[in-house]
């Protein structure tokens, strides 16, 4: 009888338990996005971003996602005056949403790992908030402002092959963190870019190139002739001293003989 009564007590504090914790538990909204600096939402065109939201006391990883969609209203972001209380996600800006049942505030740490197709200038932030019971982050939500240039090479390939006295491209798109468009007179203006092209041989910088718009949207160009055999490092810086981003790539290529 006391081996049953006791069972019985138990079942009972479990629910109990179970009840505290779960019945009067409020569903409650958070929504991240992520915005390129002077320009607009990131988001899946650019390969997203990864969300992980932990408890900020405890590490203890509470969800996991990714900021997918587009990049938002350019007349909303880039051209009408930005006042107090504005709503910038408007026309389906990118964004992570999760919903968390809980009864008391949550101390939340966010990190966010992205774009994930901007190579060497993927970012890693990191942000914190509190989250009340009932009081959802949702609008433009918690907004991660990033600094910086995606910067591609597109030519040379690494360990591409050439011969001596090759007339060798190198290029590179060069854009905001958004890949928002970079063209003359545009709202990225290709004339606010300065690209450079380094080149390396044997680890000593032999000279620094110009790169100029190519005429196509976002691309940056210029050209190398090699006058020794080798291997040969690139690295293609890009800046916009306006706005203050700045982005680098690298890439390389061997000269054989002729």
């Given amino acids: 009888m006391k081996k049953l009564l006791y069972i019985w007590l ?7 338990f179970f009840l505290s ?24 065109a650019v390969g997203g971003l990864k969300v992980i939201v932990r408890d900020a006391f405890n ?36 964004k992570a949403e999760f919903v968390f049942d ?13 774009p994930l197709a901007s190579g060497l200038n993927i970012h890693k932030e990191v942000k914190t908030t509190w989250l009340i019971p009932g009081n959802d982050i949702v609008g433009d939500g918690i907004v991660f402002n990033l600094y910086g240039l995606i910067v591609h090479p597109y030519s040379p390939n690494p360990h591409q092959f050439y011969k001596l006295g090759d007339k060798i491209l190198i290029g590179a798109h060069v ?7 970079v063209m003359p007179n545009g709202l990225w203006n290709s004339k606010d ?25 976002s691309d940056f ?6 006058s020794e055999k080798g291997n040969y490092k690139i690295i293609i810086e890009a800046c916009n001293s306006k706005n203050n981003n700045q982005g680098v790539a690298v890439t390389g290529f061997v000269v054989a003989k002729k």
């Fill in 10 to 16: 138990s079942i009972f504090s479990f629910v109990c």
């Fill in 21 to 44: 914790s779960n019945v009067f538990a409020i569903s409650t909204r958070l929504i991240i996005r992520a915005k390129a600096n002077d320009a607009k939402f990131i988001g899946s």
């Fill in 59 to 94: 590490k203890k990883i509470l969800a996991v996602g990714s900021i997918e969609g587009g990049t938002g209203s350019t007349k909303v972001i880039m051209k009408e005056p930005i006042i107090r209380g504005k709503l910038l996600s408007k026309g389906g800006a990118a």
């Fill in 102 to 114: 809980i009864n008391d505030p949550v101390k939340l740490e966010i990190e966010l790992i992205g």
């Fill in 175 to 181: 854009s905001p963190m958004c890949g928002c468009p």
């Fill in 193 to 217: 870019y300065i690209v450079k092209a380094l080149i390396y041989f044997k680890n000593k910088k032999i000279t620094e190139l110009p790169m100029k718009w190519a005429g196509r949207v």
């Fill in 221 to 226: 160009e210029t050209h190398f002739i090699p």
